[in-house]
């Protein structure tokens, strides 16, 4: 293993820079610079999706986030625990990727907007189930499409707040919580990843089944500003020891981000349009890369001054999202 030199610094730490380790790096820049194809998935989900579903659609796309946060690392694990150690699970994700690709490539339709010549015919099963696209949309002629013009979409900059205090508090959580468990905690590497699987399990129910049901019976803004109060309160329950308060804690957490978020992604979509989707998913994934890096480093800044009170301070950065966003359904 080459060595580069070695860092020592009051606040990065003491530790020992290698070829690995830069090209670690290196790789997670790659991986940050093609992401704005969440951004484009959003918008395209947007574009396909009747404005109706679009709760319950987008809370299916972070359902099959949560799976794979859940499988995947089990995956890993059950890999790399195999005689080629780390390169068989490094492998497997090059070959999902590709395969990710691929389907994306032959797969997935073309969402062109066209006219409609006819009368559309009723709905089939399968569009009752998600299956199709919805038949057509309209744009105007196109325009060039500045921060500037977003920001003067009417309720976007409140909900791009929104997006940045969620994405800021969350950092806060997930910068601090893996460094509580080991220190405060006392918890091995296998009670962390029980934790977070059990955390993603309880999001795929909640952004499943639970949030299909309640996108019908309450509007976008109601299920955010509850959404936001558990949220905030199970943030909270996190600053105490006991396992059965933690684990009640992420019931909470998971309960919470599972109705609000998929809304929240909603409601940008609806104030969005029909011709700025693709501008205004991808200036909510640039404000919530902007938190992510400002709370990843404020959150680890945080902990080790504060420790368990971080947790709460997470709770009073995503507090405000229940007063900032529109109650109306957009």
Known sequence: MRVIGDIDSTTLGQFTLTL?????????????????????ANAYLAD????????????????SGNLGFVLGPALAGLLGATIYGE???????LAISILAALIIVFGLKEADPCILTRTPSPRSMRKVFGQEHKECYSIRDPEKVGFRTILKIPHVPRL???YFLVMLGFSFFY??????????????IADTGMFFAYLSLVMVFVQGPLLARASEMSSDGTLVFGGTLILTIGLI???WSSISVIYLAATLIALGNGLMWPSVMAMLSNAAGDTHQGAVQGAGGSIGAIASIVGLIAGGLLYDWLGAWVFVMAALVILPVSIVTPRARL
């Open 48 to 63: 396909i999706t009747d404005e109706e579903d679009r709760s319950k659609n987008f809370g299916r796309m972070a359902l």
């Open 160 to 162: 791009l707040a929104v």
């Open 237 to 239: 329950g996190l600053f």
């Open 175 to 188: 910068i601090g919580f893996p460094v509580h468990a080991v220190k405060e905690l006392q918890w091995t």
């Open 87 to 93: 390169i068989l699970p490094v492998v497997a994700a």
């Open 20 to 40: 690995p380790l830069v090209l670690l790096f290196l790789a997670r820049a790659a991986d940050g610079i093609t992401g704005g194809n969440v951004s484009v």
